[in-house]
């Protein structure tokens, strides 16, 4: 018959006291995974609506229009055309259109953005 001594239970208690602390460990991180990957989801959610939100704008959509509507056969026509001394309005709209695609283009291009609505 095996003899239980003050030491063996000493010894299983502090071995089961190590077990539940690395199981705690476990399921916390576990949780604070789960945590940052819907804080993460949760700011795409709301870059992509805040870029939705300004891409829908009347003032946008004008400029968007303006950039359509440019006609130019090359650089130089195009430089003619629609430079900020003979065209402010329309070069105004042109460059805030092409920076914002750009600035979409970027955060695709990184992985901040998961989708752009005009790109997939």
């Known amino acids: 018959m095996v003899e ?4 063996m239970m000493l010894s299983t208690i502090q071995t089961i006291g190590i ?5 705690y460990y476990i399921f916390s991180i576990r949780n604070s995974q789960r945590n ?3 804080q993460l ?4 959610a709301q870059l ?3 870029l939705l939100d300004r891409w829908n ?3 946008f ?12 056969t ?9 430079n900020r001394r003979n065209n402010s309005d329309i070069f105004a709209s042109w460059n805030t259109f092409g920076r914002s695609i750009l600035g979409l283009a970027e955060l695709k291009r990184k992985g901040l953005m998961t989708q752009v609505f005009w790109m997939e």
Do not use: H, N
């Open 19 to 23: 077990l539940v602390g690395i199981i």
């Open 36 to 38: 940052q990957q819907m």
């Open 48 to 50: 992509y609506m805040a």
């Open 41 to 44: 989801e949760t700011r795409q």
């Open 57 to 59: 704008t009347k003032e």
């Open 74 to 82: 090359d650089l130089d026509d195009f430089r003619e055309k629609y």
């Open 4 to 7: 239980i001594t003050y030491q």
């Open 61 to 72: 959509s004008k400029q968007r229009y303006d950039s359509y509507q440019m006609e130019w």
